[in-house]
């Protein structure tokens, strides 16, 4: 019968996990758009999208492959937003919430900008072939 080990930290255990959750919440505020107020959010995203055309377009200009979500012909804003808040956005701030409740508010700007995401690419509003 093996008895129940409590794991034992390690010397510079904590630091490493101070570390850890430091770089989390770094990462979370660099790729904090869709945590945002939907106003704010829509901006930035907006410039982001038209930063991501435009480099597809210099791609194509030069002759070279067009990175994924950057060609215009076939990139749609508000599906890529969706994925981006579905499987980036929501799994790292939940985690980041359940470490700093006081920071729960930002899953409501979270659903905010899902939901309107979700209006946009329901009616369609968000393919982009025009030059921007």
Known sequence: KQKDKKKTKEPGDESKERQLLLNVIL???DISNMARPPFLSKQWSDLVFSEFLAQGDREMAEGLPISPFMN???TN???MSLNFIDYVIQPLFNGVIRCLPPLLFLNEN????RAMWAEEHKC????SNDKT
Not at 110 to 113: L, T, V
């Open 77 to 79: 804003q508000a599906k």
């Open 110 to 113: 979270i659903q905010a900008n």
């Open 27 to 29: 990462h979370s505020a």
């Open 72 to 74: 215009r012909n076939d």
């Open 124 to 127: 369609g509003h968000s393919h």
